[in-house]
């Protein structure tokens, strides 16, 4: 340890670990300080079930944003591995148990299917042409979020004005009405629009479209891709390239301050041999804007409030549908339930008037069809595999008052509605652990900020931003800057930052190595 660093990075999660790799390499004496024993952040595999030999991507749980460049730029060894299915939604209509199957790619399946559920190819044109149009966009918006901010002004002259105006000028659920039909196709476009967003489909805040943008810009594909070995691995490769690049990481350290004038700054921290303050030239904030203004002796703004409810279990098999379709395709990609477009406005509207959605929309991975390496050899061949299911608006208030009832009563409600399409209980399915209890675990969004420390249990660390900016001056060059010149977030609370990406991580570092070329 050395009692000056050139940068200090708080918190040890992905976006820090990245940020760490590329100063270091750069030949700047980095530091990283994490409160928890390990790093990594909300990007863990951990075994969560007594006795069991399964690895569970405990809260972050597929991978989207992280560029290809980072990866490459680090040297992460990290694969990462396509699903055969991109999305599946069981459907009861007209008496019938039907399935909405997306292939990928899609191809002549994926059409016929549309064409059972709503009667006709209309809505799988109109599904070909919104996606071809946002493709268009992302191609443009992808290599941006490694640049200094453009303004918006500039990115709109690059793409289609009229698909600019339905995204960005107008609520989501207007073009979503406006282009498509049927309610539970219009639901699964919606969803990308409320994952960890509590908002109405045509709220005039248009938190919805900047969620539903983050979600389909990736890589210029948006393709959500699970990580060979779990989320750990992102984070396990992040620290590694790290400590390769020469950066010193210290776990089981809690900063309580934050000092920075410009020039100077000073990070304390309180381990295990006590307290320790270091002084720098730089600070970097991988944590929540919330908690920086308090590390610093600011009066914080309001906390934001995270909306969803994440639920891990483990499965000795998978069960049938009612569909008839083989589960094991179903739930390769992601499975939706109860994700119509009216049934996410109504549990909105619910969750909003302080009730838990009687119907709560949900969707469910199972990560072990796509990487069984999570999974011990035994427990593949016996069949077991993971499920995550991911509930939208649950939002924090639901849980102030009675946090262990209100998740009990929402595990209920989300398991049944997934019962309502299955041809047999879950309850059979579900493994137990050496305990003999279920392999059930569930996260609240007051479990999220307890045990991860996310303000609100806020996934993305407070609502997101738009890409780019209106105003270059005022939001900074890279979108990481702070009101002092030393003192950056490198985090999710970053303007492009969300999501487990490493962009608030590699912008930081951008904005102190442009400084010194």
């Given at each position: 340890?050395?009692?000056?660093?050139?940068?200090?990075?708080?918190?040890?999660?992905?976006?820090?670990?990245?940020?760490?790799?590329?100063?270091?390499?750069?030949?700047?004496?980095?530091?990283?300080?994490?409160?928890?024993?390990?790093?990594?952040?909300?990007?863990?595999?951990?075994?969560?079930?007594?006795?069991?030999?399964?690895?569970?991507?405990?809260?972050?749980?597929?991978?989207?944003?992280?560029?290809?460049?980072?990866?490459?730029?680090?040297?992460?060894?990290?694969?990462?591995?396509?699903?055969?299915?991109?999305?599946?939604?069981?459907?009861?209509?007209?008496?019938?148990?039907?399935?909405?199957?997306?292939?990928?790619?899609?191809?002549?399946?994926?059409?016929?299917?549309?064409?059972?559920?709503?009667?006709?190819?209309?809505?799988?044109?109109?599904?070909?042409?919104?996606?071809?149009?946002?493709?268009?966009?992302?191609?443009?918006?992808?290599?941006?979020?490694?640049?200094?901010?453009?303004?918006?002004?500039?990115?709109?002259?690059?793409?289609?004005?009229?698909?600019?105006?339905?995204?960005?000028?107008?609520?989501?659920?207007?073009?979503?009405?406006?282009?498509?039909?049927?309610?539970?196709?219009?639901?699964?476009?919606?969803?990308?629009?409320?994952?960890?967003?509590?908002?109405?489909?045509?709220?005039?805040?248009?938190?919805?479209?900047?969620?539903?943008?983050?979600?389909?810009?990736?890589?210029?594909?948006?393709?959500?891709?699970?990580?060979?070995?779990?989320?750990?691995?992102?984070?396990d490769a992040l620290l590694e390239a790290a400590r390769r690049a020469g950066a010193t990481v210290v776990t089981d350290g809690a900063v309580s301050a934050i000092e920075a004038d410009g020039t100077r700054a000073a990070v304390t921290w309180l381990g295990g041999d006590g307290e320790r303050t270091v002084d720098c030239s730089y600070v970097l904030a991988n944590?929540?804007?919330?908690?920086?203004?308090?590390?610093?002796?600011?009066?914080?703004?309001?906390?934001?409030?995270?909306?969803?409810?994440?639920?891990?279990?483990?499965?000795?098999?998978?069960?049938?549908?009612?569909?008839?379709?083989?589960?094991?395709?179903?739930?390769?990609?992601?499975?939706?339930?109860?994700?119509?477009?009216?049934?996410?406005?109504?549990?909105?509207?619910?969750?909003?008037?302080?009730?838990?959605?009687?119907?709560?929309?949900?969707?469910?991975?199972?990560?072990?069809?796509?990487?069984?390496?999570?999974?011990?050899?035994?427990?593949?061949?016996?069949?077991?595999?993971?499920?995550?299911?991911?509930?939208?608006?649950?939002?924090?208030?639901?849980?102030?008052?009675?946090?262990?009832?209100?998740?009990?009563?929402?595990?209920?409600?989300?398991?049944?509605?997934?019962?309502?399409?299955?041809?047999?209980?879950?309850?059979?399915?579900?493994?137990?652990?050496?305990?003999?209890?279920?392999?059930?675990?569930?996260?609240?969004?007051?479990?999220?900020?307890?045990?991860?420390?996310?303000?609100?249990?806020?996934?993305?660390?407070?609502?997101?931003?738009?890409?780019?900016?209106?105003?270059?001056?005022?939001?900074?060059?890279?979108?990481?800057?702070?009101?002092?010149?030393?003192?950056?977030?490198?985090?999710?609370?970053?303007?492009?930052?969300?999501?487990?990406?490493?962009?608030?991580?590699?912008?930081?570092?951008?904005?102190?190595?442009?400084?010194?070329?």
């Open positions: 340890m050395r009692d000056f660093y050139d940068v200090v990075i708080v918190g040890g999660g992905h976006n820090g670990l990245v940020a760490a790799g590329y100063l270091a390499g750069a030949g700047l004496s980095t530091l990283v300080v994490e409160q928890q024993s390990h790093t990594g952040g909300a990007a863990v595999s951990e075994q969560v079930f007594p006795g069991v030999d399964a690895r569970l991507s405990r809260y972050s749980y597929l991978v989207s944003l992280l560029p290809d460049k980072i990866v490459a730029d680090l040297g992460l060894s990290l694969q990462l591995r396509s699903r055969s299915v991109a999305s599946y939604t069981p459907v009861r209509r007209g008496g019938r148990d039907l399935g909405l199957m997306v292939d990928r790619p899609e191809g002549s399946a994926t059409r016929e299917s549309f064409g059972v559920l709503t009667g006709s190819d209309a809505e799988y044109d109109a599904w070909q042409q919104f996606y071809g149009s946002v493709s268009e966009l992302a191609a443009v918006l992808a290599p941006t979020l490694l640049e200094p901010l453009q303004s918006a002004a500039s990115l709109r002259q690059r793409v289609d004005p009229a698909l600019w105006d339905e995204l960005v000028e107008r609520p989501l659920g207007e073009t979503i009405e406006r282009r498509f039909v049927d309610d539970t196709v219009r639901g699964v476009v919606a969803t990308d629009g409320v994952i960890g967003t509590f908002a109405r489909l045509r709220d005039e805040s248009l938190l919805q479209n900047r969620c539903f943008l983050y979600h389909l810009i990736g890589n210029g594909t948006g393709e959500w891709r699970v990580p060979v070995g779990g989320m750990g691995a992102v984070t944590v929540a804007p919330v908690v920086l203004d308090r590390l610093r002796g600011r009066a914080a703004s309001s906390s934001p409030e995270g909306s969803q409810l994440k639920i891990n279990l483990l499965l000795s098999r998978l069960p049938q549908l009612k569909s008839g379709d083989d589960p094991r395709r179903a739930f390769a990609g992601t499975f939706h339930i109860d994700e119509d477009y009216s049934q996410l406005e109504t549990a909105y509207a619910e969750a909003a008037g302080g009730e838990l959605p009687v119907v709560p929309p949900s969707e469910v991975y199972c990560h072990s069809l796509t990487d069984p390496s999570i999974l011990s050899p035994s427990l593949v061949a016996s069949g077991h595999h993971t499920l995550t299911v991911f509930g939208v608006h649950f939002p924090t208030r639901l849980f102030a008052q009675d946090n262990e009832a209100a998740r009990a009563e929402s595990v209920r409600r989300v398991l049944a509605g997934l019962d309502n399409y299955l041809a047999e209980p879950l309850d059979s399915c579900i493994a137990l652990d050496a305990d003999g209890n279920p392999c059930i675990e569930a996260k609240t969004p007051v479990d999220i900020e307890s045990s991860v420390g996310m303000p609100g249990g806020h996934i993305f660390h407070g609502d997101l931003q738009w890409p780019w900016s209106d105003d270059t001056a005022e939001a900074g060059r890279w979108g990481v800057e702070t009101d002092v010149a030393n003192l950056l977030i490198c985090g999710s609370g970053a303007r492009r930052g969300g999501a487990v990406s490493g962009i608030g991580g590699h912008n930081a570092a951008q904005a102190i190595l442009s400084l010194h070329p």
